[in-house]
């Protein structure tokens, strides 16, 4: 009977305990949600989050409020993510570049994102585009190549900030042509953007999304993009393959995570929010707009695309010698 007892109280103890994770779970959520953006406003994660802020404020009960923490290339927001309470009501605007390259390029790191950081759903994804400002006499990359090696050290490539996918676009064309060219970082895309289209930097393998109004407005000329086919919204443009880089390839793709430790019921609700987003018509359509294809999936399908982001950037890395301390 002792025994019994015992097996009794133990049961209710737990019972206890469990109660009120499952009651917060459920209540799940019962004020705001930040959503953290680790670039400046108008670059194309801010773009994304914005978006898909909206849609989730619609169907979750809780206004998604973005809140922009540029700085570090990005690791100055994820970091605050990573550093914050496990409880579903910070979420971080995960580039693919902070899982790839982040590790590999900063020497001196305080988190792990890989590890201090929960995926939750993929969101959407683009390849680059290679622009440069209306002065640079280039009307094709075979001409800029020609140009940079005529000049050496002459020109400058911006980038949204050390160890972004724009930052190593252009660290995979410089060391795989052997060119000559200054790499200049900026706090996100908009303000490389508006450098580069007053002429204080020269190149830029910019974002679709955040390159595409100006390209069309005639204040950047775009050379090509550099996925594995021609943009949807550029199709005129050839890629960098076709441009006579047969191993050239970089693509970004855009995710929703939360602190290591989040529990897995928040996790599950937040992913089953994103894929509501991803399928709105108003999401579905600006996004196309802008170039972004829409993706979706589980939270393991997003934990693999980091390892995929791994193997195919750390050798880049490594092999460029590029470091940030």
Known sequence: MKTFARLALAATFTAALIAPASAQAQAYPNKPIRLVVPYAAGGATDIIARAAAAEISKTIGQPVTVDNRPGAGGNVGSEMVARSAPDGYTMLMSPSSLHGITPFLYSKLNYDPNKDLAPVI??????????????????????????????????????????????????????MLNLDITHVPYKGSAPAITDLIGGQVHLMFDNIPSAITHIRAGRLRALATTGPKRAANLPDLPTMIEAGLPNYESVAWFGLSMPAGTPKEIIDRMNAEGQKAVRAPDFVKRMNELGYEIMGGTPEQMAAAIQSEVRRWGPVVKASGAKVD
């Open 122 to 175: 993929l969101l959407g994804s683009f390849s680059n585009v290679l622009v440069v400002n209306q002065d640079v006499k280039a009307n094709s990359v075979a001409e800029l190549i020609a140009l940079i090696r005529a000049q050496p050290g002459k020109l400058s490539y911006a980038s949204s900030g050390n160890g972004t996918t724009i930052h190593m676009s252009g660290e995979m064309f410089k060391h």
